[in-house]
Structure formats: structure tokens, C-alpha cells
């Protein structure tokens, strides 16, 4: 996401939400509007000006202009500015943030290349909702796949590998055969698994292929399957 005060928003029927064409997280039972509000928050809070943002939800067809203020309220643009809260100084005690407040945050760490701040906060998020909600909840395998970008992104394949790997299965077992998101994590699973050096990915390689075998119907993941028999140097089947 970038740095402008201005975003697109895309909200599509189904409740996938994007903001800058950027796929957001949408923990379940959350309306993708809330998601909105609570990111762009962020955003305003951080350089103390509202920011702009155009939404289209094809839920229903609307198209619609907003904007979200540096105190996590909206209105429309052009009305006049609502005076803050209480100023830095006052007593009001400070609610503790959610863990969707902090996957948030968290998230404009990551997107920033600040690993040494996303990385704690994302371990933090998922350690919190396993123990809540369980290891194979929807919100604790959406941080899960968060953390699990981050590990790529700042070049810890071997963690990308085996988190992607076990996310496919988790998948497969909450969803279900042929759903897109077991497809994503099988493949972003082989792809991690590519970047690292021989004598890492060696014993990783079972796991994965065994992974592979078991979300998919077998002809589905020849090409992968082939291309890490390859690099191994062992015969495919």
C-alpha cells in the first residue's frame, strides 16, 4: 500500500476486500467495511490527516466517498472537521488494541520492510488466537498466512516452506478439495521451497511432496512434483 491520502477500495460480492488493489485480511464475523476503517485508521493516525478513500461494494451495487479521520471516525468529504477528543495529556484511560488492530499495524510494518517490528507482533497475534480460537480457526490460519509472507518477504525460507506447507493441509481440511486458498498455500509452499539452498530444502522436500500428493489429485502437481525431483536429482514418478 502506498503513502498517499487517497485509496481505492473494492469490496466484491463475495466479501473480499481490497484496498489499492492489495488483498486485506477479513477475520470472520467482520464486515469488510470495519476492516476498512480500522487500517486506514492507521494511516491517519499516523500523519495526523484524514485520509480519502472511493468505495465500490458490489454487495450492493454502491459507489461512495469517505473519509477516515486521524480519531478512527468517519464522514463524508468536504464536512467540516468534527473537533478531537481529549488532547494528548488527559487522563482518559486507553483501551487495549484488538488483535485485528494489531494484525493491522503489523501489517503496515511488514509492507514498510520493518521486520524487527512485524515479526514479534505477528508471532504475538498468532500465539494469541491459537490459544482463543484454536490452531485451525479461519482468523488464526489468516495470521498464520501473514506470518508466514513475512518469512518469505525477509528471506527465512525454510520457515516459509514448512508454514505453507502446513497451512495447505489446514486448508484442505477446514475447506475441503479444489478451494483457492489450498491452492495458493500448496504452490506458495513449492515456491519457498525453490529458494533454498540444496542442503536445506533436502529435508524438507517429504513433507512438501507428501503435502502435495494429499491436497490435490496427483496429476494436478506433476509439474511441481517433477521439478523438485529435479533439483534433488532423484527419478519423478
Given at each position: ?50 485520509v ?25 468529504p ?8 481529549p488532547?494528548?495529556g ?36 498468532l ?9 485451525t ?5 489468516e ?8 518469512a ?25 478439495p ?18 533454498l ?41
Amino acid at each position: 500500500m502506498n503513502t498517499s491520502t487517497h485509496y481505492q477500495v473494492h469490496i466484491s460480492r463475495d466479501g473480499q476486500l481490497r484496498i489499492d488493489s492489495e488483498p486485506q485480511v477479513v477475520p470472520a464475523g467482520v464486515d469488510p467495511s470495519q476492516v476498512v476503517i480500522q487500517v486506514l485508521h492507521i494511516e491517519a493516525a499516523g500523519s495526523g490527516l484524514p485520509v480519502l478513500i472511493q468505495v465500490q461494494d458490489d454487495r450492493t451495487n454502491s459507489r461512495f466517498d469517505m473519509q477516515v479521520m486521524p480519531d478512527g471516525t468517519t464522514q463524508a468529504p468536504g464536512a467540516p472537521a468534527v473537533p478531537a477528543g481529549p488532547q494528548p495529556g488527559a487522563t482518559e484511560p486507553q483501551q487495549p488494541l484488538s488483535p485485528f488492530d494489531r494484525l493491522a499495524a503489523a501489517q503496515a510494518a511488514g509492507r514498510a520492510h520493518d521486520f524487527d517490528t512485524a515479526i514479534p507482533a505477528a508471532d504475538a497475534i498468532l500465539q494469541q488466537l491459537t490459544a482463543e480460537q484454536g490452531d485451525t480457526a479461519t482468523a488464526t490460519l489468516e495470521a498464520a498466512q501473514f506470518r508466514a509472507d513475512l518469512a518469505y518477504l525477509s528471506g527465512e525460507y525454510a520457515f516459509a516452506t514448512a508454514s505453507w506447507t502446513w497451512l495447505a493441509l489446514a486448508w484442505f481440511d477446514r475447506l475441503g478439495p479444489g478451494k483457492r486458498r489450498t491452492q495458493v498455500a500448496a504452490q506458495n509452499a513449492a515456491h519457498a521451497w525453490m529458494q533454498l539452498p540444496l542442503h536445506e530444502a533436502g529435508p524438507l522436500a517429504p513433507d512438501l511432496v507428501n503435502m502435495l500428493l494429499e491436497v490435490a489429485a496427483p496429476e494436478r502437481t506433476a509439474t511441481m512434483r517433477a521439478q523438485i525431483a529435479e533439483r534433488l536429482g532423484q527419478p519423478s514418478n
